[in-house]
T-cell receptor
Framework: EDQVTQSPEALRLQEGESSSLNCSYT??????LFWYRQDPGKGPEFLFT???AGEEKEKERLKATLTKKESFLHITAPKPEDSATYLC???????????FGAGTRLTVKP | EAGVAQSPRYKIIEKRQSVAFWCNPI?????LYWYQQILGQGPKLLIQ????????DSQLPKDRFSAERLKGVDSTLKIQPAKLEDSAVYLC??????????????FGEGSRLTVL
C-alpha cells in the first residue's frame, strides 16, 4: 500500500533561517510526487511535481528534490508569508489516487 | 481558468442529521475527487469519478456516505446520518485529462462540517 510520512510535524523558524522539510514515501510505480501548500481555511495549492529521482524544481524561496525513497522541500531565507502547512503526496501508475502525508506546519516568525 | 467551486463553506449539524455538499469542477476536467480532511491530517480520498462513472470508492463509508455526478460535471456528496467523527473539511478536486494531464489536482476551498 502506498504510504507517505512527513517530518517534522511542525517547524518554527525565524525569518531568514533556512531549513528543509522531509517526505518519505513507499509506492509501487511512482507516477509523480507532489508538493502542495495549504493555508488555514483554504484548499491545497499546487507547488511542484517531481517525476524521477534526481529531479529538482525551484520556485522563489522553495526548492524540491527527489530520491527513490524521499523528497525534500528546502526553504531558503523564509519570510512570514511562507507560513503554511506543506503537504506531500504520491501518485502511482496503479491508480489515479493521490496519497497525502499529514503535512508539516511551518511557522516563520519575523 | 475559473477554479473549483464548493458550497456551502461551513455547515453545523446535530448528529444523526443529514448534509449535502456540492462541487463544480474546472470546466473540461473529466476527473473529480472528494477528499475528507480531518484537523491535523492530510486529505484522504473518499471517492473518485471519471466523467459520471465511479473509479474508486473503496474508502467511502457507504452505510452513511453517498456521492453522485449525474451529468459528468458537478457532483454532490451526502452524509446521512452524520456522526461526530464526520466533523472535517470536505475537499473537492478536479484534474485535467488527456495530453495536458500532469497528474496535478486542483482543489476547491472546501466545506467545513461540524457535527454536534
Amino acid at each position: 500500500e502506498d504510504q507517505v510520512t512527513q517530518s517534522p510535524e511542525a517547524l518554527r523558524l525565524q525569518e531568514g533561517e533556512s531549513s528543509s522539510l522531509n517526505c518519505s514515501y513507499t509506492v509501487s510505480g511512482l507516477r509523480g510526487l507532489f508538493w502542495y501548500r495549504q493555508d488555514p481555511g483554504k484548499g491545497p495549492e499546487f507547488l511542484f511535481t517531481l517525476y524521477s529521482a534526481g529531479e529538482e524544481k525551484e520556485k522563489e524561496r522553495l526548492k524540491a528534490t527527489l530520491t527513490k525513497k524521499e523528497s525534500f522541500l528546502h526553504i531558503t531565507a523564509p519570510k512570514p508569508e511562507d507560513s503554511a502547512t506543506y503537504l506531500c503526496a504520491v501518485q502511482s501508475y496503479n491508480n489515479n489516487d493521490m496519497r497525502f502525508g499529514a503535512g508539516t506546519r511551518l511557522t516563520v516568525k519575523p | 481558468e475559473a477554479g473549483v467551486a464548493q458550497s456551502p463553506r461551513y455547515k453545523i449539524i446535530e448528529k444523526r442529521q443529514s448534509v449535502a455538499f456540492w462541487c463544480n469542477p474546472i470546466s473540461g476536467h473529466a476527473t473529480l475527487y472528494w477528499y475528507q480532511q480531518i484537523l491535523g491530517q492530510g486529505p484522504k480520498l473518499l471517492i473518485q469519478f471519471q466523467n459520471n462513472g465511479v473509479v474508486d470508492d473503496s474508502q467511502l463509508p457507504k452505510d452513511r456516505f453517498s456521492a453522485e455526478r449525474l451529468k459528468g460535471v458537478d457532483s454532490t456528496l451526502k452524509i446521512q446520518p452524520a456522526k461526530l467523527e464526520d466533523s472535517a473539511v470536505y475537499l473537492c478536486a478536479s484534474r485535467r485529462q488527456g495530453a495536458s494531464d500532469t497528474g496535478e489536482l486542483f482543489f476547491g476551498e472546501g466545506s467545513r462540517l461540524t457535527v454536534l
